[in-house]
C-alpha cells in the first residue's frame, strides 16, 4: 500500500470513528458539573447550570441552542473571559494537552492561563470587526499576539501567518499590510480563524463564525473551516443556532436549554433519533435538507423561561408535549441511553418527532 493510499485509510478510519463509541481517542477536555453565574441588580443569574461532557481529541462538538441558552458563556468560561459581573462557582475542567500535559483551567495562575490561552486553545469570535484592533495594520495584530507568547522571530511569524492566509482562502500580501476596515466581513472572518490558529493550539472554540454574514460567505467560511480541520486535525467546539452547519461540521453534538445540557451524542444519533423534546423542537423547527415533499415547520411553543426564576423540575417542561407529573417535580439527571449518547429526560423512550403531538402543545399554550 502506498504512502497515500496508508494516509487516505488512516482518515477514513479517523473519520468513521470521531463521535461513536468505536472513537478511542484521549479525551482532551473533561467538564464537569460547570456553573456560570451572572451578578444583576435581582440577584445572581445562573446562565449554565452543571453541565458536563467529555471532547475527545481530533473530535468537533457542537453547542446547539437557542440564544440565551448558555453555549457563548460556557466558551468564554473554559477561556476565562467572562465579564468582571459573572464568575464560575462550581465545577472543574481539564485540558490535557498533546504532550499529556493536564490543566485545571479554573484554578491556573492568571500568568499560567495567558501562557495557555491561544498557545493550547483559541477561539474566534462571533464578531470579527470587535476583535481586530482597527488601528493596528493586519500584521502587527499577528506580530502582537507571537510577542506576547515569546516567539519574537518576526520573519517566521511572517512566513506563518502568509502561510494561514492561504489556508483561509486570502491573498496573503494584499491582507497582511491591511487595516481591518480595508477588509470585508467574510475577510476579517478568516483572519480571526487565522489569527486563533497562529500559535497551533490543540482546541479551537469557534462562537458563532458565520453570525451576520450573507449565505455566499457563510458557505466560504464553513469550508474553509471543513478544510482546515482536514489539514490540521485540531480539536473543535463549535458554538451555532444553525442546526445545518452543525449537522455538516460536527461529530457530537450537545443540546443546551436553560443553562443545561440537556442531550449530548453522535451527531446522527442527535439528528436522526433525537430523545430530548427540545431537541426535537429544534429540528421540527428548521426546513428539512432531503425528501421529495416539504414538511410544514412547528415552532417551539412558549417562550425560554427567564433565568432568575427557572420552572421547578425539568426546565423545559412548561413546553413540553411529554412533560407528567415528575417532570414538574425532578430535574433528570444527563444519563447514557446508549453508546455515547446521553439524555436528560424522563420520557426519553416516548419522545417522538410526530407533528401532530407538537401542533397540539401548541394550540395548548396559546389557549393560555
Known amino acids: 500500500m502506498t504512502d497515500q493510499a496508508t494516509r487516505a485509510a488512516f482518515e477514513a478510519e479517523r473519520n468513521r470513528t470521531r463521535g461513536t463509541a468505536e472513537s478511542t481517542a484521549p479525551v482532551i477536555l473533561s467538564i464537569k458539573d460547570v456553573s456560570v453565574q451572572y451578578k444583576t441588580p435581582f440577584g445572581w443569574m445562573t446562565a449554565v447550570r452543571k453541565s458536563s461532557m467529555d471532547i475527545r481529541r481530533g473530535e468537533a462538538v457542537a453547542l446547539i441552542g437557542e440564544s440565551g441558552s448558555g453555549k457563548s458563556t460556557l466558551g468564554f468560561a473554559l477561556l ?26 479554573f484554578s491556573m495562575s492568571d500568568k499560567e492561563f495567558r501562557d495557555f490561552r491561544w498557545s493550547k486553545c483559541a477561539m474566534t469570535f462571533q464578531a470579527a470587526q470587535n476583535v481586530l484592533n482597527p488601528v493596528m495594520r493586519v500584521s502587527n495584530i499577528f506580530y502582537e499576539t507571537a510577542k506576547a507568547h515569546g516567539w519574537n522571530d518576526r520573519k517566521a511569524v511572517r512566513e506563518k501567518t502568509l502561510d494561514l492566509f492561504k489556508k483561509v482562502q486570502l491573498d496573503p500580501r494584499r491582507v497582511f499590510d491591511a487595516y481591518p476596515h480595508e477588509l470585508s466581513g467574510g475577510m476579517r472572518q478568516r483572519v480571526s480563524i487565522a489569527l486563533s490558529l497562529l500559535l497551533d493550539p490543540d482546541l479551537l472554540i469557534l462562537d458563532e463564525p458565520t453570525t451576520a454574514l450573507d449565505i455566499i460567505t457563510q458557505r466560504a467560511i464553513i469550508d474553509v473551516v471543513k478544510s482546515l480541520r482536514e489539514q490540521l486535525d485540531f480539536t473543535m467546539i463549535f458554538i451555532s443556532h444553525d442546526l445545518s452547519l452543525a449537522a455538516e461540521l460536527a461529530d457530537r453534538v450537545a443540546t443546551m436549554y436553560a443553562g443545561e445540557i440537556v442531550e449530548y451524542g453522535p451527531v446522527r444519533d442527535v439528528f436522526y433519533e433525537p430523545e430530548h423534546p427540545y431537541t426535537v423542537g429544534l429540528l421540527n423547527a428548521v426546513p428539512p435538507i432531503t425528501g421529495e415533499e416539504f414538511t410544514p415547520l412547528v415552532a417551539i411553543p412558549g417562550a425560554t423561561p427567564n433565568l432568575l426564576s427557572i420552572p421547578s423540575g425539568c426546565p423545559f417542561h412548561p413546553r413540553c408535549p411529554f412533560a407528567t407529573e415528575i417532570c414538574v417535580n425532578v430535574n433528570p439527571p444527563l444519563e447514557e441511553v446508549g453508546g455515547t449518547h446521553y439524555v436528560a429526560c424522563h420520557h426519553h423512550d416516548q419522545v417522538t418527532r410526530d407533528q401532530e403531538v407538537w401542533e397540539g402543545m401548541e394550540a395548548t399554550v396559546a389557549a393560555g
Open 80 to 105: 476565562r473571559m467572562l465579564p468582571r459581573a459573572a464568575r464560575v462557582n462550581n465545577g472543574s475542567a481539564m485540558f490535557t494537552d498533546n504532550e499529556g500535559k493536564t490543566y485545571d483551567l
